[in-house]
């Protein structure tokens, strides 16, 4: 399984970004989809989640302002990211649960600036 994560960037406070995170290899059995973050200095923390039923899970920071949706036929998860503020700067990370097993994409980062 390779997941490429995509869309990160530079924004000013208020600001939106949306990323993107593709899935190939042996996915038939994913279940589950998520997005985390890494700030400096910070543990991973998870930001938001998508099954695939479609049930939704935020964390309490983004909620109202993150939106994670799934493009079943692509493969694809998406963050959109509206109204940015600098704590939101972080490496994201994607990730899939798959039956047995989890894996991680390569990270993009997302620098919000006030």
């Known amino acids: 399984v390779q997941l490429q994560a995509s869309g990160g960037g530079s924004v000013q406070a208020g600001g939106s970004l949306r990323l993107s995170c593709a899935a190939s290899?042996?996915?038939?059995?994913?279940y589950m989809w998520g997005w985390h973050r890494q700030a400096p200095g910070n543990q991973r923390e998870l930001v938001?989640?998508?099954?695939?039923?479609?049930?939704?899970n935020y964390a309490d920071s983004v909620k109202g302002r993150f939106t994670i949706s799934r493009d079943s036929a692509k493969d694809t998860v998406y963050l959109q990211m509206n109204s940015l503020k600098p704590e939101d700067t972080g490496v994201y990370y994607c990730?899939?649960?798959?039956?047995?097993?989890?894996?991680w994409g390569q990270g993009t980062q997302v620098t919000v600036s006030s």
């Open positions: 990730k899939i649960w798959t039956i047995g097993n989890n894996h």
């Open positions: 290899g042996s996915v038939f059995s994913t």
């Open positions: 938001a989640l998508i099954t695939n039923s479609g049930s939704t």
